[in-house]
C-alpha cells in the first residue's frame, strides 16, 4: 500500500512564515510609535522621520487618485500622484525570499492590502511616493513536490 505525502509539514512552514511576517510589520508599527512618541510626536505626523510616515492596510476604496485603506482600528487616506511607483511583493517559501516587480495604479482593488510611503499632508492623507502591493499568496502556496515522499 502507497502512503500519500503528507501535507501538514509544508502547512506547518506556511504558518510560521505568516506568523513571522506578521509579527514584522507589527513590530514595525510598535517602534514606530515608540520612536515618535520619543520625539513628542504622532506617528505618521507632518515631520516626523523615517517609517512613520507611511500607511498600511486593506484597500477600501479607489476614488480617482484617492485610496482609502483600513488598519485594524485605523482608516488612512492615500493620495497617488503621477510621481508614485507602484511595485507588486511576492514570496518565496522554499526559498523564504521577498522579492518585488514592477506595478502600476492598475494592479490596485478593493481588498488587496498595501503599503505607502511619502509625505504626510497637514489633512494626515499621506501623499504617496511609493505603494508597495503586498503578497496575497502567504501561506497558500505548496512546494512544487507536494511536500514530503
Given at each position: ?18 506568523l ?5 510589520f507589527a ?32 484597500i ?6 484617492t ?14 500622484t503621477?510621481?508614485t ?20 495604479f492598475?494592479?490596485l482593488a478593493?481588498?488587496?492590502t ?8 497637514s ?20 512546494p ?5 515522499k
Amino acid at each position: 500500500m502507497e502512503k500519500k505525502p503528507s501535507a501538514k509539514k509544508p502547512l506547518i512552514m506556511a504558518g510560521i512564515l505568516t506568523l513571522t511576517l506578521v509579527a514584522f510589520f507589527a513590530g514595525g508599527i510598535v517602534l514606530s510609535s515608540a520612536h515618535a512618541a520619543s520625539m513628542g510626536g504622532k506617528p505618521g505626523q507632518q515631520g516626523t522621520p523615517g517609517p512613520a510616515n507611511g500607511a498600511s492596510g486593506t484597500i477600501t476604496k479607489i476614488d480617482g487618485s484617492t485610496i482609502t485603506v483600513q488598519a485594524k482600528d485605523q482608516t488612512s487616506t492615500i493620495l497617488v500622484t503621477g510621481s508614485t511607483t507602484f511595485s507588486k511583493g511576492h514570496v518565496d517559501l522554499q526559498a523564504h525570499t521577498k522579492s518585488s516587480q514592477p506595478a502600476s495604479f492598475s494592479d490596485l482593488a478593493v481588498g488587496e492590502t498595501i503599503q505607502a510611503e511619502g509625505k504626510v499632508n497637514s489633512d494626515g492623507s499621506l501623499a504617496a511616493s511609493n505603494v508597495e502591493i503586498m503578497p496575497s499568496d502567504i501561506g497558500t502556496q505548496v512546494p512544487s513536490n507536494g511536500g514530503t515522499k
